[in-house]
C-alpha cells in the first residue's frame, strides 16, 4: 500500500511560482508513473504532467515550458515547479503513482491563481 500526501499549495498572484510536493510512504518498488492532475470547479479531472521511471517526463501543452515535474528518490518526494502561473492554472492539485497493479492517489492540495 501506498500512501501519498501533498503539500505547497496557497494562493498567488498572476506571474508567480509555487512547488507542490507530493511524498510517498509503502513501498513504491513497484510504481512506474508518477505523475500530477488538477481539477478545476466544474472540470474533468486533468493530467498536468508525469515522469516515468525511467525519468522521462511530458507535460500537458498547457503548462509546458512553465511546469517542471522533479523527484527526489531518497525522499520517495515528487515535486511540480510551476512558474509564470496563470488565472486558468487554479485548481486543485493531486498527485498519482501508478504501480503495475493499481494506482494511488493523494487528497489534493489547492492552488488559487488570482490577482
Known amino acids: 500500500q501506498v500512501h501519498l500526501v501533498e503539500s505547497g499549495g496557497g494562493l498567488v498572484q498572476p506571474g508567480g511560482s509555487l512547488r507542490l510536493s507530493c511524498a510517498a510512504s509503502?513501498?513504491?518498488?513497484?510504481?512506474?508513473?508518477m505523475g500530477w492532475y488538477r481539477q478545476a470547479p466544474g472540470k474533468q479531472r486533468e493530467l498536468v504532467g508525469k515522469m516515468i521511471s525511467g525519468g522521462s517526463t511530458n507535460y500537458a501543452a498547457s503548462v509546458k515550458g512553465r511546469f517542471t515535474i522533479s523527484r527526489d528518490n531518497a525522499k520517495k518526494t515528487i515535486y511540480l515547479q510551476m512558474n509564470d502561473l496563470k488565472v486558468e492554472d487554479t485548481a486543485v492539485y493531486y498527485c498519482?503513482?501508478?504501480?503495475?497493479?493499481?494506482?494511488?492517489w493523494g487528497q489534493g492540495t489547492q492552488v488559487t491563481v488570482s490577482s
Open positions: 498519482n503513482f501508478q504501480g503495475l497493479a493499481e494506482g494511488y
Open positions: 509503502g513501498s513504491i518498488f513497484s510504481i512506474y508513473v
